[in-house]
């Protein structure tokens, strides 16, 4: 069965953040989906075991953005 979380992310403000932030997150290990929801800055994650929040933080702040 898979994980769900979701995480809000500050500083987004356009489509070309939400592709930075998605890409990124993408390459965590185990990560099948990624769902951003630019207005609200909610990024859902499903995978395939749960995340630790610190790797969830080091992909966002590598795609310019950060964990509220
Ligand atoms: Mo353009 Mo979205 O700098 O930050 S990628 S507004």
Redesign the pocket.
């Known amino acids: 069965s898979s994980s769900t979380q979701t995480f809000t992310v500050t500083?987004?403000?356009?489509g070309?953040?939400v592709a930075?932030v998605t890409e990124e997150v993408s390459e965590l290990a185990g990560v099948e989906d990624v769902a951003v929801d630019l207005a609200t800055g909610s990024v859902t994650i499903t995978s395939s075991t749960p995340l630790e929040d610190d790797a969830v933080r080091v992909a966002v702040e590598e795609a310019g953005y950060a964990l509220a």
């Open positions: 500083g987004m403000t356009c070309h953040c930075s």
